[in-house]
């Protein structure tokens, strides 16, 4: 080999010569430069249709393809960008995040919250750097850390309007919002935690949840949003789309119940005959069952044809919780389903005023009832 | 004055001989400072009780933000982002006239009691709050104490091998051997001389540059070392990371571990590993290897090439689909292991170096022809005593040229070569060390005379197509730990009967 080594460089010592100019990466002097107006100002924006990306594939810290659509369909967003080898911001913002995450544990876990963390130097942090990176905070709340091909990440980062040239430029943006929604924020991700949980409990929507809905009515507050499925299949939320606004007439039932609900459901349906175009706009008919387990949507589609319940007269079931809960809001909780009254409630939620209705009285005495408080006015 | 050099080169030679662990410079800082170090540079203390940072209500491991993140190491402080943390070595806080804050607020000078509470309590002396963003710690009353005495020498190094007249260099060497040309013997005497006309030119940055010559890697941490060059192994890289001692080697044997589980091992060139698949690219590139290929790995059965055939074994399988046959071969397994290779066969050839000609007598003899792939920096052939029937089928891969050398770069070894008188063998690995030395003494020229480690390690992560006029251009990154993708593929050219460069390409690794 020595010999060798010997023979090759006597050989070539006179072989052309090339030498690459030398270039020092240009690192320091412009770092850092700052971007406190998008920083520190609270502003917002739309994102726009995200649909429109074309191809961001994208990797998580686990090594798994993603795609960035899928990850926020439908879902409100936290959105935060970092590079592993930031060392003065990204992990105060790393650990502001993950206390975001700590406050909005439930809504992580329900999966109506996702918590993004994008590398803005995909080339260098590599799932595993991202993984470890993530790791140093000790948190147990379901975190995504993204990185991909570089002009993936830069389509991403233009669209979301974080994008710049160079990495130590970047400013401690965190992107707040749900898919689809028109009023993103964009505030400094080294704020409050408890200041940016604030701003993303705004995103939701008062939805199947029976406490921390953002509400200020007390009847939304009341009946909540839980949510219940109809007849026809389509999920329903009890205040926001049964009840608000209307006059409404509810009852409790089950399809199999051959005594006194058959006599009520006639009766219902002679009310919805009366009623005409009120029904729908102005008057629903609620009617829930008790038997959740028999009472799946194809039984209540057929119990609904046998009376020929048209617009705005529900059969309601949902899942044992919910059903229950609803029903329990009314009064009408049992123990087990024989044991429902027949009594309706009328009630105009604008006006408040609510009544209780024996139904198995006269047909034309409960019409009478049901048009008194259809009549009932704030004024 | 000849004399002189020559006495004071002996001198150093025989003390390098003799004393195994040599000159060791005992580190400047008290075992206390050390341990305020740890707590400044990694939020790691010395009491059970964990180090915890609290900002806008959260609270972290320290772990995730230590003092080094924002300050830097030297205490100077890292602006991003809009963020400036502030110059916090103790001349500057404790200047008398006071000092200035982020919002340009003043404040009057630091007292270690007002320090303790800036700390722990995010106020400076006049009772004002700090920006948000320096984080409020919560300590051990030890742990404290012990920053407290490093911040008070903070921003004077105060780094292993470090003192203010010197620089301790740690040189890693191949195994001494008997022989009256022994390779270790031919690097030290060129790396002496090196060093010995750099001191004489006044050293770097007035520091004069000291050598640790060692072969074994627990010597990494036994010794005060700044900085390490020369050859690599698993185990030296392993003990470098350990110690954190940033570290230009030449390869790796086995695939080069990139920077995120490799921090402070630089190498210059392609592993073994990667210059023996780089050989197999280029046979696949010219049509010899194809999917029905039959190949073979003849390897010398040592440890460090075993390791080498393994991962070559799975890159085989993975890449081309093709499961190589393994075969160790010492100078008695010749005659057989020839009648096993076909004609149309490729051996890459791992051999020892002394064994390559043979084996292709051999094969000649029994008029078998396979091509033959030669990693050069691993094992050698003699072209030009190939049997004339080899000559077109024997492929060496180098990962540097003669042809990368300026003239001036010939004239600096020349002048050393004349003047230290060193010897006429080992020349290409005496270039080789050349070169890392003028990269490295480079590297700490652009550090600074403030030196630190961690600087280092970044300075080379800095480094972008850096040529040094010795060998190919060099680059790292965070991830990047191997400075040269570059393979020059050498053969012989049978019409002038001399040796030929082929064609280079880019080592498929990093």
């Not at chain 1, 408890?194 to 809905?213: M, S, V, W």
């Not at chain 1, 005959?273 to 009472?295: A, R, W």
Request: aromatic share 8%; hydrophobic share 35%; net charge negative.
């Amino acid at each position: 080999m020595k010999k060798f080594q010997l023979i090759i460089i006597a050989l070539l010592l006179l072989a052309p010569l090339s030498l690459v100019a030398q270039k020092a990466k240009h690192k320091g002097g412009a770092c850092c430069a700052t971007k406190e107006t998008a920083a520190n100002e609270k502003s917002t924006f739309s994102l726009g249709d995200m649909k429109d990306i074309p191809n961001v594939q994208l990797t998580n810290q686990y090594g798994q393809d993603v795609e960035f659509f899928d990850l926020i369909e439908g879902k409100v967003v936290a959105l935060n960008f970092i590079f592993t080898s930031c060392k003065t911001i990204c992990p105060p913002m790393g650990a502001n995040f993950v206390q975001l995450q700590t406050l909005m544990k439930d809504r992580v876990e329900s999966s109506e919250l996702v918590m993004l963390t994008v590398s803005i130097d995909p080339q260098t942090d590599t799932p595993e750097r991202l993984k470890a990176w993530s790791e140093k905070f000790e948190t147990e709340v379901d975190w995504t850390l993204l990185t991909g091909d570089k002009n993936d990440i830069n389509t991403l980062l233009k669209k979301l309007e974080v994008y710049t040239a160079l990495k130590e430029e970047h400013a401690p943006v965190i992107l707040l919002g749900k898919e689809g929604g028109e009023n993103w924020v964009r505030t400094n991700g080294l704020a409050n935690p408890n200041e940016l949980a604030k701003t993303l409990n705004g995103f939701f929507e008062p939805k199947n949840d029976t406490r921390t809905g953002s509400t200020s009515n007390p009847d939304e507050m009341y009946f909540t949003n839980v949510e219940l499925m109809n007849q026809h299949g389509e999920n329903m939320r009890l205040y926001a789309d049964l009840m608000k606004d209307k006059v409404v007439i509810v009852n409790p039932f089950f399809t199999e119940c051959t005594g006194v609900c058959p006599i009520m459901s006639a009766t219902l349906e002679k009310i919805q005959e009366h009623l005409g175009d009120k029904m729908g706009d102005e008057v629903h008919i609620i009617s829930l069952t008790v038997d959740y387990e028999t009472d799946q949507q194809e039984e209540l589609e057929a119990y609904s044809k046998i009376y020929h319940a048209e617009k705005g007269w529900y059969f309601m079931t949902g899942a044992k919780e919910n059903i229950e809960f609803a029903l329990h809001k009314f009064g009408k909780k049992v123990e087990n389903r024989e044991g429902h009254d027949s009594v309706f409630l009328v009630g105009n939620v604008k006006t408040k005023l609510w009544k209780k209705v024996n139904g198995l009285a006269n047909v034309d005495e409960i019409i009478a009832e049901v048009d008194s408080v259809i009549a009932d006015s704030l004024e | 004055m000849q004399h002189r050099q020559s006495i004071a080169l002996l001198l150093v030679l025989l003390f390098v001989l003799m004393g195994a662990s040599g000159p060791v410079l005992l580190s400047q800082l008290t075992k206390q400072q050390l341990a305020g170090k740890d707590v400044y540079s990694k939020g790691i203390g010395v009491s059970e009780v964990k180090i915890t940072a609290q900002m806008s209500g959260v609270s972290v491991p320290a772990t995730v933000m230590a003092c080094v993140n924002c300050h830097n190491a030297d205490g100077s402080g890292n602006p991003e982002g809009g963020i400036t943390p502030s110059n916090i070595t103790w001349k500057e806080l404790t200047k008398n006239y006071g000092g200035q804050l982020q919002n340009q607020r003043k404040r009057p000078a630091y007292t270690e009691r007002t320090l303790r509470n800036a700390i722990s309590t995010g106020m400076d002396p006049a009772g004002n709050e700090l920006h948000s963003a320096m984080p409020r710690y919560e300590m051990s009353r030890e742990d404290m104490d012990n920053l407290i005495s490093y911040l008070k020498v903070l921003g004077n190094s105060g780094e292993k091998g470090v003192t203010d007249e010197t620089l301790q260099i740690g040189v890693a060497l191949p195994e001494k051997t008997n022989s009256p040309n022994d390779k270790s013997e031919s690097l030290r005497q060129l790396v002496n001389a090196y060093i010995k006309e750099l001191n004489n030119g006044g050293g770097i940055y007035n520091r004069k540059v000291s050598v640790q010559f060692f072969t074994e890697a627990s010597a990494v941490d036994e010794n005060e070392l700044f900085m390490i060059v020369g050859e690599g192994s698993s185990d030296m890289e392993k003990a470098i990371n350990q110690a954190q001692i940033p570290s230009l080697l030449s390869h790796s044997q086995k695939r080069t571990t990139q920077g995120f589980k490799n921090p402070y091992a630089f190498y210059v060139y392609p592993s073994w590993v990667g210059q023996s698949t780089s050989l197999l690219q280029f046979s696949k590139e010219k049509g010899m290897l194809s999917k029905g290929t039959t190949l073979t790995v003849l390897y010398e059965d040592i440890p460090s090439k075993k390791g080498v055939v393994d991962e070559l074994f799975s890159h085989c399988k993975k890449h081309y689909g093709i499961e190589p046959t393994l075969i160790p071969m010492g100078s008695n397994d010749i005659t057989e292991i020839s009648q096993e290779i076909g004609d149309k066969d490729i051996v890459l050839y791992l051999g020892a170096p002394n064994l390559g000609n043979t084996l292709l007598k051999q094969l000649e003899l029994n008029d078998k022809h396979p091509f033959i792939l030669v990693p050069g920096s691993i094992t050698g052939i003699d072209l030009y005593n190939v049997p004339d029937s080899f000559k077109n089928k024997v492929f060496v891969g180098f990962p540097t040229w003669p042809s990368e050398r300026t003239p001036d770069a010939k004239k600096k070894y020349e002048t050393l070569k004349a003047k230290y008188v060193l010897p006429n063998s080992w020349k290409a690995s005496q270039w080789e060390m050349l070169s890392q030395l003028v990269t490295a003494e480079e590297i700490l020229k652009r550090t600074g005379r403030n030196l630190y480690q961690e600087k280092v390690k970044e300075n080379f992560e800095t480094l972008f197509q850096y040529a040094n006029g010795l060998s190919p251009a060099l680059s790292y990154d965070l991830n990047r730990r191997v400075g040269s993708n570059l393979m020059y593929i050498i053969g012989f050219d049978s019409a002038k009967s001399q040796i030929k460069l082929i064609t280079t390409l880019n080592s498929p690794e990093n």
